[in-house]
């Protein structure tokens, strides 16, 4: 592609582009995809998952991510326009993992729950996940991706087909076909701040994190590492910071 050609098209992008401004903590990100899309592959990629997935039957597990779900969703309130939650357990005992897709689509795996024993430790977990879904982090990388395919080869923009789906499972999380993609470290500091202050506002003691992320630490020594430290590199400095953090 012609340089000017590819100047040209990174303008008009540039034009349509959004400007996001992160709920809790005010940061501007730029955003291409609408919220509406996102709520829609969010959607998608969740029903993709419950097909292959178990679905737990246990009527305490469901209760009890259900109860701390529908809390830490009051406490996005407005955050998450249109959302239209759904709080689902998967039964995996080995899997210590949970993940939330936008349009307020949330998965927990029952691994975790042996993990996260107090309401509070779950709501540590979920505010993070949702975190990531209010800060738009998924949309924000794929902005960042179609801006960076403009300058490199040019890139088609309508790109939002199946493919994508796939990267915003991983994206988010999902790990598809061993594939992992985590976010930046400051875009899980990020969800780490607003997940605490949901916490917080839905009525759990944030203090919670601390136990939460040494007993991970811990687990990760064992035969089967949690899933989640696959896609949340720990951080020797993160414990510290939640016990500094005014939350
Ligand atoms: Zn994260």
Redo the contacts with the bound molecule.
Sequence with gaps: MKPTLRLILLALIVVVAGCYTVPETGRKSMIMISPGEEAEMGAAAFADVRTKEKLSADPAANERVRRVGQRIAEAVGSALPGAKWEFVVFDEPKTVNAFALPGGKVGVYTGLLDLAKTDAELAIVMG??IG?VTARHGAERMSQGLVAGVIGVGVEIASHNSHNRDLWRIGY?LAAGGATL??SRA??SE??YIGLRYAAKAGYNPMAAITFWQKMAKAKDGAQPPKWLS??PQHADRIFRFAEMDA
Excluded: K
């Design positions: 993070h996940e990531h999380g985590a976010f875009n899980e969800a780490d896609t949340h």
